[in-house]
Protein backbone atom coordinates (compact mmCIF):
# COMPACT_ATOMS: atom_id res chain seq x y z
CA UNK A 1 0.00 0.00 0.00
CA UNK A 2 1.23 3.98 -1.35
CA UNK A 3 1.42 6.37 1.38
CA UNK A 4 -0.76 8.26 -1.07
CA UNK A 5 -3.67 5.40 -0.44
CA UNK A 6 -3.36 5.38 3.27
CA UNK A 7 -3.76 9.18 3.40
CA UNK A 8 -6.65 8.79 1.20
CA UNK A 9 -8.29 5.90 3.38
CA UNK A 10 -7.68 8.18 6.54
CA UNK A 11 -9.12 10.90 4.91
CA UNK A 12 -12.00 8.89 4.14
CA UNK A 13 -12.95 7.74 7.80
CA UNK A 14 -12.69 11.47 8.70
CA UNK A 15 -15.15 12.16 6.11
CA UNK A 16 -17.58 9.35 6.97
CA UNK A 17 -17.61 10.16 10.38
CA UNK A 18 -17.93 13.67 10.02
CA UNK A 19 -20.88 13.51 7.73
CA UNK A 20 -22.37 10.55 9.75
CA UNK A 21 -22.32 12.98 12.94
CA UNK A 22 -23.36 15.82 10.39
CA UNK A 23 -26.23 13.96 9.19
CA UNK A 24 -27.04 12.37 12.41
CA UNK A 25 -27.59 16.45 13.76
CA UNK A 26 -29.18 17.39 10.60
CA UNK A 27 -31.73 14.81 11.35
CA UNK A 28 -32.19 15.65 14.96
CA UNK A 29 -33.00 19.44 13.68
CA UNK A 30 -34.89 18.51 10.88
CA UNK A 31 -37.08 15.71 12.68
CA UNK A 32 -37.19 16.56 15.95
CA UNK A 33 -36.38 20.04 16.92
CA UNK A 34 -37.63 21.79 13.70
CA UNK A 35 -41.18 19.83 14.06
CA UNK A 36 -41.23 20.81 17.76
CA UNK A 37 -40.82 24.64 16.83
CA UNK A 38 -43.80 24.66 14.20
CA UNK A 39 -46.44 22.81 16.20
CA UNK A 40 -45.16 24.78 19.55
CA UNK A 41 -45.80 27.58 17.89
CA UNK A 42 -48.76 26.20 16.10
CA UNK A 43 -50.27 25.19 19.35
CA UNK A 44 -49.60 28.44 20.91
CA UNK A 45 -51.28 30.40 18.26
CA UNK A 46 -54.57 28.24 17.67
CA UNK A 47 -55.28 26.80 21.28
CA UNK A 48 -57.57 29.50 23.37
CA UNK A 49 -55.71 31.44 26.19
CA UNK A 50 -56.83 29.08 28.72
CA UNK A 51 -57.24 25.58 28.60
CA UNK A 52 -59.24 23.57 32.17
CA UNK A 53 -56.75 21.25 33.92
CA UNK A 54 -58.49 17.68 34.43
CA UNK A 55 -60.09 17.40 37.97
CA UNK A 56 -58.67 14.91 40.42
CA UNK A 57 -61.33 12.20 39.61
CA UNK A 58 -60.60 12.77 35.77
CA UNK A 59 -56.29 12.74 36.48
CA UNK A 60 -57.28 9.54 38.12
CA UNK A 61 -58.34 7.88 35.51
CA UNK A 62 -55.81 9.19 32.56
CA UNK A 63 -53.95 6.84 34.67
CA UNK A 64 -56.27 4.30 34.90
CA UNK A 65 -56.67 4.62 31.11
CA UNK A 66 -53.00 4.28 30.84
CA UNK A 67 -52.25 1.20 33.04
CA UNK A 68 -55.46 -0.82 32.04
CA UNK A 69 -54.07 0.07 27.70
CA UNK A 70 -56.84 1.19 26.53
CA UNK A 71 -54.52 2.59 24.27
CA UNK A 72 -53.42 -0.23 22.92
CA UNK A 73 -57.11 -0.41 20.87
CA UNK A 74 -58.23 3.38 21.25
CA UNK A 75 -56.63 6.57 19.13
CA UNK A 76 -57.37 10.01 20.87
CA UNK A 77 -56.25 11.44 17.46
CA UNK A 78 -59.11 11.95 14.33
CA UNK A 79 -56.40 11.93 11.29
CA UNK A 80 -57.72 14.12 8.30
CA UNK A 81 -59.65 11.84 6.37
CA UNK A 82 -63.33 11.78 5.23
CA UNK A 83 -63.85 8.40 6.93
CA UNK A 84 -62.63 9.61 10.13
CA UNK A 85 -64.11 12.92 9.67
CA UNK A 86 -67.67 11.10 9.40
CA UNK A 87 -66.88 9.00 12.29
CA UNK A 88 -65.46 10.95 14.91
CA UNK A 89 -65.34 14.62 14.31
CA UNK A 90 -62.84 17.19 13.29
CA UNK A 91 -59.73 16.17 12.79
CA UNK A 92 -57.57 16.82 16.50
CA UNK A 93 -56.26 20.20 16.32
CA UNK A 94 -52.10 20.03 17.88
CA UNK A 95 -53.28 22.28 20.68
CA UNK A 96 -56.03 20.10 22.08
CA UNK A 97 -53.57 17.82 23.74
CA UNK A 98 -51.46 20.27 24.90
CA UNK A 99 -52.10 19.19 28.57
CA UNK A 100 -51.70 15.60 27.15
CA UNK A 101 -48.20 14.73 28.90
CA UNK A 102 -47.21 11.91 28.48
CA UNK A 103 -50.26 11.25 25.21
CA UNK A 104 -51.87 8.64 25.03
CA UNK A 105 -52.88 9.18 21.12
CA UNK A 106 -52.15 5.27 20.47
CA UNK A 107 -51.55 3.77 17.03
CA UNK A 108 -53.56 0.88 16.42
CA UNK A 109 -57.13 1.74 15.76
CA UNK A 110 -58.94 -1.82 16.80
CA UNK A 111 -61.87 0.16 18.76
CA UNK A 112 -63.47 4.15 17.40
CA UNK A 113 -61.02 6.86 18.14
CA UNK A 114 -62.03 8.41 21.37
CA UNK A 115 -60.76 11.71 21.04
CA UNK A 116 -64.09 13.24 21.40
CA UNK A 117 -65.72 10.28 23.62
CA UNK A 118 -66.85 13.01 25.83
CA UNK A 119 -71.12 13.50 25.64
CA UNK A 120 -71.19 10.32 23.09
CA UNK A 121 -72.67 8.42 25.50
CA UNK A 122 -74.51 8.68 28.78
CA UNK A 123 -72.45 7.30 31.95
CA UNK A 124 -74.69 4.28 32.57
CA UNK A 125 -73.68 3.20 29.48
CA UNK A 126 -70.25 4.09 29.92
CA UNK A 127 -69.97 1.73 33.32
CA UNK A 128 -72.20 -1.08 31.76
CA UNK A 129 -69.83 -1.11 28.45
CA UNK A 130 -66.99 -1.48 30.89
CA UNK A 131 -68.36 -4.13 32.84
CA UNK A 132 -69.40 -6.45 29.60
CA UNK A 133 -68.66 -4.84 26.36
CA UNK A 134 -70.66 -7.36 24.80
CA UNK A 135 -73.54 -7.25 27.08
CA UNK A 136 -74.29 -3.93 24.86
CA UNK A 137 -72.47 -4.49 21.77
CA UNK A 138 -72.93 -8.18 20.87
CA UNK A 139 -69.96 -8.44 18.38
CA UNK A 140 -67.50 -6.34 20.80
CA UNK A 141 -64.23 -7.31 21.34
CA UNK A 142 -63.12 -5.06 23.31
CA UNK A 143 -62.44 -6.93 26.83
CA UNK A 144 -64.74 -6.61 30.10
CA UNK A 145 -63.19 -4.79 33.34
CA UNK A 146 -64.67 -6.60 35.80
CA UNK A 147 -61.96 -5.81 37.83
CA UNK A 148 -63.10 -2.20 38.17
CA UNK A 149 -66.67 -2.87 39.64
CA UNK A 150 -67.53 -4.72 42.72
CA UNK A 151 -69.26 -7.57 41.02
CA UNK A 152 -71.86 -5.66 39.02
CA UNK A 153 -72.37 -2.91 36.20
CA UNK A 154 -74.10 -0.16 38.62
CA UNK A 155 -71.43 -0.96 41.15
CA UNK A 156 -69.06 0.53 39.79
CA UNK A 157 -65.82 1.28 42.17
CA UNK A 158 -63.80 4.82 42.19
CA UNK A 159 -61.83 3.47 39.32
CA UNK A 160 -64.13 3.13 36.89
CA UNK A 161 -65.94 6.48 37.87
CA UNK A 162 -62.46 7.97 37.80
CA UNK A 163 -62.32 6.45 34.14
CA UNK A 164 -65.69 7.61 32.88
CA UNK A 165 -65.12 11.45 34.49
CA UNK A 166 -61.74 10.96 32.38
CA UNK A 167 -63.60 9.89 29.27
CA UNK A 168 -66.52 12.55 29.62
CA UNK A 169 -63.26 15.17 29.52
CA UNK A 170 -62.30 13.87 25.81
CA UNK A 171 -63.06 16.56 23.46
CA UNK A 172 -64.37 18.99 26.03
CA UNK A 173 -61.33 21.42 25.37
CA UNK A 174 -62.15 22.03 21.94
CA UNK A 175 -65.76 22.04 22.49
CA UNK A 176 -65.56 24.48 25.58
CA UNK A 177 -63.41 26.81 23.37
CA UNK A 178 -66.52 27.72 21.61
CA UNK A 179 -67.25 29.59 18.66
CA UNK A 180 -64.34 32.53 19.60
CA UNK A 181 -61.75 29.34 19.85
CA UNK A 182 -62.77 28.22 16.69
CA UNK A 183 -62.36 31.64 14.50
CA UNK A 184 -58.94 32.23 16.57
CA UNK A 185 -57.81 29.06 15.57
CA UNK A 186 -58.64 29.41 11.90
CA UNK A 187 -57.32 32.73 11.62
CA UNK A 188 -54.20 31.56 13.07
CA UNK A 189 -54.30 28.84 10.64
CA UNK A 190 -54.50 31.06 7.63
CA UNK A 191 -55.22 28.26 5.77
CA UNK A 192 -58.35 29.36 3.51
CA UNK A 193 -57.15 27.97 0.21
CA UNK A 194 -55.85 24.10 2.04
CA UNK A 195 -58.89 22.19 1.72
CA UNK A 196 -57.22 19.08 4.13
CA UNK A 197 -56.40 21.70 6.83
CA UNK A 198 -60.12 23.21 6.56
CA UNK A 199 -61.42 19.67 7.50
CA UNK A 200 -60.51 20.66 11.00
CA UNK A 201 -63.16 23.55 10.89
CA UNK A 202 -65.49 21.82 8.95
CA UNK A 203 -68.95 20.78 10.50
CA UNK A 204 -70.21 20.31 14.32
CA UNK A 205 -67.42 18.68 16.34
CA UNK A 206 -68.72 15.81 18.02
CA UNK A 207 -70.38 13.98 14.84
CA UNK A 208 -69.80 10.43 15.75
CA UNK A 209 -72.74 8.58 13.99
CA UNK A 210 -73.79 7.57 17.77
CA UNK A 211 -74.13 10.33 20.13
CA UNK A 212 -78.18 10.35 20.69
CA UNK A 213 -79.41 14.02 19.49
CA UNK A 214 -82.52 15.86 20.84
CA UNK A 215 -84.09 16.80 17.22
CA UNK A 216 -87.26 15.82 15.12
CA UNK A 217 -85.46 15.20 12.28
CA UNK A 218 -87.12 12.10 10.57
CA UNK A 219 -85.10 10.38 7.94
CA UNK A 220 -86.84 9.62 4.10
CA UNK A 221 -86.94 6.02 4.73
CA UNK A 222 -88.69 3.61 1.69
CA UNK A 223 -92.46 2.56 2.50
CA UNK A 224 -91.90 -1.22 3.09
CA UNK A 225 -88.55 -2.32 5.36
CA UNK A 226 -87.38 -5.72 3.97
CA UNK A 227 -88.44 -7.84 7.40
CA UNK A 228 -86.15 -10.49 7.81
CA UNK A 229 -82.87 -8.31 7.48
CA UNK A 230 -84.61 -5.98 9.94
CA UNK A 231 -84.84 -9.30 12.17
CA UNK A 232 -81.12 -10.38 11.91
CA UNK A 233 -80.59 -6.65 12.14
CA UNK A 234 -82.27 -6.45 15.40
CA UNK A 235 -81.01 -9.71 16.44
CA UNK A 236 -77.37 -8.49 16.18
CA UNK A 237 -77.75 -5.03 17.30
CA UNK A 238 -80.48 -4.24 19.41
CA UNK A 239 -81.34 -7.58 20.84
CA UNK A 240 -78.36 -6.95 23.59
CA UNK A 241 -80.42 -4.55 25.15
CA UNK A 242 -84.33 -5.09 23.99
CA UNK A 243 -83.86 -8.99 24.39
CA UNK A 244 -84.30 -11.15 21.74
CA UNK A 245 -88.53 -10.89 21.91
CA UNK A 246 -88.46 -7.16 22.36
CA UNK A 247 -89.68 -7.52 25.96
CA UNK A 248 -86.68 -5.11 27.30
CA UNK A 249 -84.49 -7.88 28.61
CA UNK A 250 -81.20 -7.97 26.85
CA UNK A 251 -78.09 -8.84 28.98
CA UNK A 252 -77.57 -4.61 28.40
CA UNK A 253 -80.51 -4.22 30.23
CA UNK A 254 -79.47 -4.69 33.45
CA UNK A 255 -77.52 -1.67 34.53
CA UNK A 256 -79.28 1.08 32.30
CA UNK A 257 -81.72 3.66 33.66
CA UNK A 258 -83.48 4.53 32.30
CA UNK A 259 -84.16 0.70 31.15
CA UNK A 260 -84.85 -0.15 27.45
CA UNK A 261 -88.05 0.10 25.93
CA UNK A 262 -90.03 -3.13 25.84
CA UNK A 263 -91.50 -2.72 23.05
CA UNK A 264 -93.94 -5.28 22.72
CA UNK A 265 -96.26 -3.41 25.21
CA UNK A 266 -95.80 -0.33 22.49
CA UNK A 267 -97.30 0.36 19.24
CA UNK A 268 -95.46 3.20 17.46
CA UNK A 269 -96.08 5.26 14.48
CA UNK A 270 -93.69 4.31 11.87
CA UNK A 271 -92.07 7.73 11.67
CA UNK A 272 -91.59 7.60 15.33
CA UNK A 273 -89.72 4.53 14.94
CA UNK A 274 -87.60 5.72 11.99
CA UNK A 275 -86.65 8.92 14.26
CA UNK A 276 -86.15 7.20 16.96
CA UNK A 277 -83.49 4.91 15.18
CA UNK A 278 -82.30 7.98 13.86
CA UNK A 279 -81.80 10.38 16.67
CA UNK A 280 -81.32 8.01 19.01
CA UNK A 281 -82.70 9.07 22.76
CA UNK A 282 -80.82 11.65 23.63
CA UNK A 283 -79.97 10.95 27.77
CA UNK A 284 -80.71 7.67 27.42
CA UNK A 285 -78.24 4.85 26.63
CA UNK A 286 -80.07 4.62 23.11
CA UNK A 287 -77.65 5.17 20.20
CA UNK A 288 -78.16 6.79 17.41
CA UNK A 289 -77.81 4.45 14.10
CA UNK A 290 -76.99 6.89 11.36
CA UNK A 291 -74.31 5.15 9.65
CA UNK A 292 -77.21 2.50 8.41
CA UNK A 293 -78.49 3.26 4.98
CA UNK A 294 -82.00 3.65 4.18
CA UNK A 295 -83.08 0.69 3.56
CA UNK A 296 -81.57 -1.17 6.77
CA UNK A 297 -83.51 1.34 8.97
CA UNK A 298 -86.46 0.84 7.04
CA UNK A 299 -86.04 -2.63 7.68
CA UNK A 300 -85.48 -1.85 11.68
CA UNK A 301 -88.70 -0.35 11.60
CA UNK A 302 -90.29 -3.43 9.74
CA UNK A 303 -88.80 -5.46 12.53
CA UNK A 304 -89.43 -3.25 15.62
CA UNK A 305 -92.98 -3.06 14.41
CA UNK A 306 -93.41 -6.96 14.07
CA UNK A 307 -92.94 -7.21 18.13
CA UNK A 308 -94.79 -4.68 18.95
CA UNK A 309 -98.44 -5.73 18.75
CA UNK A 310 -101.60 -3.29 18.86
CA UNK A 311 -104.04 -4.20 20.73
CA UNK A 312 -108.04 -4.00 20.70
CA UNK A 313 -109.42 -0.78 22.74
CA UNK A 314 -112.05 -1.12 24.63
CA UNK A 315 -115.32 1.38 24.86
CA UNK A 316 -114.74 3.58 27.09
CA UNK A 317 -117.71 5.07 29.36
CA UNK A 318 -118.63 9.19 28.86
CA UNK A 319 -116.88 11.61 30.76
CA UNK A 320 -114.17 9.11 31.57
CA UNK A 321 -111.91 11.21 28.90
CA UNK A 322 -113.07 14.63 29.48
CA UNK A 323 -112.19 13.85 33.42
CA UNK A 324 -108.46 12.59 32.01
CA UNK A 325 -108.52 15.42 29.70
CA UNK A 326 -108.44 17.36 32.83
CA UNK A 327 -106.21 15.88 35.05
CA UNK A 328 -104.22 16.03 31.82
CA UNK A 329 -104.47 19.91 31.19
CA UNK A 330 -103.80 20.31 34.92
CA UNK A 331 -100.92 18.08 35.66
CA UNK A 332 -99.04 17.21 32.57
CA UNK A 333 -99.26 20.03 29.61
CA UNK A 334 -96.43 21.57 31.20
CA UNK A 335 -94.47 18.52 29.92
CA UNK A 336 -96.18 17.03 27.20
CA UNK A 337 -97.58 19.82 25.58
CA UNK A 338 -101.11 20.84 24.55
CA UNK A 339 -101.32 18.36 22.28
CA UNK A 340 -99.44 15.64 23.48
CA UNK A 341 -96.52 16.00 21.32
CA UNK A 342 -94.05 16.56 24.07
CA UNK A 343 -93.49 20.16 23.49
CA UNK A 344 -94.78 21.50 26.58
CA UNK A 345 -92.85 24.75 27.85
CA UNK A 346 -90.82 23.01 29.89
CA UNK A 347 -89.33 20.61 27.66
CA UNK A 348 -86.40 22.33 26.97
CA UNK A 349 -85.15 22.78 30.32
CA UNK A 350 -85.33 18.40 30.59
CA UNK A 351 -82.54 16.25 29.40
CA UNK A 352 -84.72 13.38 28.56
CA UNK A 353 -87.60 14.64 26.53
CA UNK A 354 -91.31 13.92 27.49
CA UNK A 355 -92.69 11.69 25.14
CA UNK A 356 -94.33 12.52 22.26
CA UNK A 357 -97.75 10.98 23.45
CA UNK A 358 -99.31 11.30 19.76
CA UNK A 359 -96.78 8.68 17.64
CA UNK A 360 -96.67 6.39 20.06
CA UNK A 361 -98.51 4.79 22.72
CA UNK A 362 -98.05 2.16 25.19
CA UNK A 363 -100.58 -0.33 26.56
CA UNK A 364 -103.25 0.60 28.95
CA UNK A 365 -101.89 -1.97 31.62
CA UNK A 366 -97.87 -0.36 30.46
CA UNK A 367 -99.55 3.28 30.77
CA UNK A 368 -101.46 2.95 34.31
CA UNK A 369 -98.23 1.00 35.62
CA UNK A 370 -95.94 4.12 34.08
CA UNK A 371 -98.10 6.49 36.12
CA UNK A 372 -98.06 4.78 39.09
CA UNK A 373 -93.94 4.10 39.39
CA UNK A 374 -92.70 6.72 37.35
CA UNK A 375 -89.60 6.04 34.89
CA UNK A 376 -87.01 5.35 36.87
CA UNK A 377 -83.71 7.31 35.51
CA UNK A 378 -86.11 10.22 33.63
CA UNK A 379 -87.81 13.40 34.70
CA UNK A 380 -91.16 10.94 34.55
CA UNK A 381 -92.30 10.71 38.24
CA UNK A 382 -94.78 8.69 39.98
CA UNK A 383 -98.28 9.99 40.32
CA UNK A 384 -99.45 8.05 42.49
CA UNK A 385 -99.04 10.67 45.57
CA UNK A 386 -100.79 13.45 43.67
CA UNK A 387 -103.52 11.89 41.60
CA UNK A 388 -106.59 9.97 43.02
CA UNK A 389 -106.89 6.55 41.34
CA UNK A 390 -109.95 7.47 39.62
CA UNK A 391 -107.87 10.54 38.30
CA UNK A 392 -105.00 8.45 36.77
CA UNK A 393 -107.10 5.96 35.97
CA UNK A 394 -108.79 8.71 33.48
CA UNK A 395 -105.86 10.31 32.45
CA UNK A 396 -104.11 7.24 31.63
CA UNK A 397 -106.96 6.39 29.09
CA UNK A 398 -106.89 10.29 27.78
CA UNK A 399 -103.40 9.88 26.92
CA UNK A 400 -103.81 7.25 25.11
CA UNK A 401 -106.59 8.85 23.00
CA UNK A 402 -103.98 10.90 21.94
CA UNK A 403 -102.22 8.45 19.72
CA UNK A 404 -102.39 8.77 15.81
CA UNK A 405 -100.97 5.77 14.27
CA UNK A 406 -100.16 7.95 10.81
CA UNK A 407 -98.45 10.97 13.33
CA UNK A 408 -95.32 12.22 11.12
CA UNK A 409 -93.50 13.35 13.67
CA UNK A 410 -91.19 12.29 16.89
CA UNK A 411 -90.17 13.53 19.62
C1 LIG B 1 -58.75 -5.27 22.51
C2 LIG B 1 -59.02 -3.91 22.12
C3 LIG B 1 -59.69 -2.97 23.11
C4 LIG B 1 -59.25 -2.54 24.34
C5 LIG B 1 -57.99 -2.99 25.09
C6 LIG B 1 -60.20 -1.54 24.80
N1 LIG B 1 -61.17 -1.37 23.88
FE1 LIG B 1 -62.71 -0.04 23.99
N2 LIG B 1 -63.48 -0.75 22.25
C7 LIG B 1 -62.91 -1.72 21.47
C8 LIG B 1 -63.78 -2.01 20.34
C9 LIG B 1 -63.53 -3.02 19.24
C10 LIG B 1 -64.90 -1.15 20.48
C11 LIG B 1 -66.14 -1.06 19.55
C12 LIG B 1 -67.22 -2.04 19.99
C13 LIG B 1 -67.85 -1.63 21.28
O1 LIG B 1 -68.47 -0.55 21.37
O2 LIG B 1 -67.74 -2.38 22.27
C14 LIG B 1 -64.67 -0.37 21.69
C15 LIG B 1 -65.51 0.62 22.15
C16 LIG B 1 -65.23 1.49 23.18
C17 LIG B 1 -66.02 2.64 23.52
C18 LIG B 1 -67.25 3.14 22.79
C19 LIG B 1 -66.83 4.06 21.72
C20 LIG B 1 -67.93 4.45 20.81
O3 LIG B 1 -67.96 5.61 20.49
O4 LIG B 1 -68.75 3.60 20.43
C21 LIG B 1 -65.43 3.23 24.62
C22 LIG B 1 -65.87 4.48 25.34
C23 LIG B 1 -64.29 2.41 24.97
N3 LIG B 1 -64.20 1.36 24.07
C24 LIG B 1 -63.45 2.66 26.03
C25 LIG B 1 -62.39 1.83 26.38
C26 LIG B 1 -61.62 2.00 27.58
C27 LIG B 1 -61.82 3.10 28.60
C28 LIG B 1 -60.68 0.99 27.59
C29 LIG B 1 -59.67 0.68 28.66
C30 LIG B 1 -60.17 0.47 30.00
C31 LIG B 1 -60.87 0.21 26.38
N4 LIG B 1 -61.91 0.74 25.67
C32 LIG B 1 -60.08 -0.87 26.01
C33 LIG B 1 -61.69 -2.35 21.69
C34 LIG B 1 -60.93 -2.22 22.83
C1 LIG C 1 -77.33 0.08 24.61
C2 LIG C 1 -78.69 -0.40 24.71
C3 LIG C 1 -79.61 -0.23 23.51
C4 LIG C 1 -79.42 -0.69 22.23
C5 LIG C 1 -78.22 -1.47 21.67
C6 LIG C 1 -80.61 -0.33 21.50
N1 LIG C 1 -81.48 0.34 22.31
FE1 LIG C 1 -83.31 1.05 21.76
N2 LIG C 1 -83.51 1.91 23.60
C7 LIG C 1 -82.62 1.81 24.65
C8 LIG C 1 -83.02 2.69 25.71
C9 LIG C 1 -82.29 2.90 27.02
C10 LIG C 1 -84.22 3.34 25.25
C11 LIG C 1 -84.97 4.50 25.90
C12 LIG C 1 -85.90 4.15 26.99
C13 LIG C 1 -86.63 5.40 27.47
O1 LIG C 1 -86.57 6.46 26.83
O2 LIG C 1 -87.28 5.25 28.49
C14 LIG C 1 -84.50 2.80 23.94
C15 LIG C 1 -85.62 3.15 23.17
C16 LIG C 1 -85.97 2.56 21.97
C17 LIG C 1 -87.21 2.78 21.25
C18 LIG C 1 -88.34 3.70 21.70
C19 LIG C 1 -88.03 5.09 21.22
C20 LIG C 1 -89.09 6.08 21.52
O3 LIG C 1 -89.15 7.08 20.78
O4 LIG C 1 -89.83 5.93 22.48
C21 LIG C 1 -87.16 2.03 20.11
C22 LIG C 1 -88.22 1.92 19.05
C23 LIG C 1 -85.86 1.35 20.12
N3 LIG C 1 -85.17 1.70 21.24
C24 LIG C 1 -85.43 0.51 19.11
C25 LIG C 1 -84.13 0.02 19.03
C26 LIG C 1 -83.59 -0.67 17.87
C27 LIG C 1 -84.37 -1.00 16.61
C28 LIG C 1 -82.29 -0.96 18.16
C29 LIG C 1 -81.26 -1.64 17.27
C30 LIG C 1 -80.96 -0.99 16.02
C31 LIG C 1 -82.01 -0.48 19.51
N4 LIG C 1 -83.14 0.12 19.97
C32 LIG C 1 -80.81 -0.64 20.16
C33 LIG C 1 -81.47 1.03 24.66
C34 LIG C 1 -80.91 0.42 23.55
C1 LIG D 1 -91.60 16.89 34.46
C2 LIG D 1 -92.13 16.58 33.17
C3 LIG D 1 -93.25 15.55 33.06
C4 LIG D 1 -94.52 15.63 33.58
C5 LIG D 1 -95.08 16.71 34.47
C6 LIG D 1 -95.20 14.47 33.11
N1 LIG D 1 -94.38 13.70 32.34
FE1 LIG D 1 -94.88 11.95 31.39
N2 LIG D 1 -92.97 11.77 30.74
C7 LIG D 1 -91.98 12.69 30.93
C8 LIG D 1 -90.78 12.19 30.30
C9 LIG D 1 -89.44 12.92 30.28
C10 LIG D 1 -91.11 10.95 29.71
C11 LIG D 1 -90.23 10.09 28.82
C12 LIG D 1 -89.16 9.35 29.54
C13 LIG D 1 -88.51 8.31 28.67
O1 LIG D 1 -87.93 8.61 27.62
O2 LIG D 1 -88.60 7.16 29.08
C14 LIG D 1 -92.50 10.70 30.03
C15 LIG D 1 -93.18 9.56 29.65
C16 LIG D 1 -94.54 9.38 29.83
C17 LIG D 1 -95.27 8.20 29.38
C18 LIG D 1 -94.68 6.97 28.74
C19 LIG D 1 -94.93 6.91 27.28
C20 LIG D 1 -94.50 5.57 26.72
O3 LIG D 1 -94.39 5.51 25.48
O4 LIG D 1 -94.27 4.61 27.45
C21 LIG D 1 -96.58 8.43 29.71
C22 LIG D 1 -97.75 7.50 29.43
C23 LIG D 1 -96.65 9.71 30.36
N3 LIG D 1 -95.39 10.26 30.43
C24 LIG D 1 -97.80 10.28 30.83
C25 LIG D 1 -97.84 11.41 31.66
C26 LIG D 1 -99.05 11.89 32.29
C27 LIG D 1 -100.42 11.30 32.13
C28 LIG D 1 -98.68 12.97 33.02
C29 LIG D 1 -99.54 13.83 33.92
C30 LIG D 1 -100.24 13.12 34.97
C31 LIG D 1 -97.25 13.17 32.82
N4 LIG D 1 -96.79 12.20 31.99
C32 LIG D 1 -96.53 14.19 33.39
C33 LIG D 1 -92.06 13.89 31.59
C34 LIG D 1 -93.17 14.33 32.29
Not at 163 to 180: C, D, I, K, Q, S
Not at 224 to 243: E, F, K, V
Not at 292 to 313: H, I, M, N, Q
Request: glycine fraction near 10%; charge should be neutral.
Amino acid sequence: MSVGTGRVLRMAYLVASVAGVGFFALSVVLLGYWPKQVLDAQTRAMGPEFVLELTPSATRGRAVYAREGCAYCHTQQIRYLASDHARFGAPTLAWETRRDYPHLWGTRRIGPDLSRAAGTRPDDWQLAHLFAPRALVAQSVMPAYTSLFDGAPDRPRQEARDLVAYLNTLGRARELAGAEGESRAQQACNCADDEMAQMAFHGSLNTHPAQARRTREAPMLPDAGDLPRGQRLYAARCASCHGPRGEGDGPGAVALLPAPTNVTEHEYASARIGAALWNGVAGTAMPAWRDYSPEDLAALVAAVRALSAPGTEAELPAGLLERGRQTYREHCVQCHGERGDGAGPAAAELTIAPADLTSGRATLARTVATLRSGIPGTPMAPWTARLANADLIAVAHYVRSLYEPAAGAAR
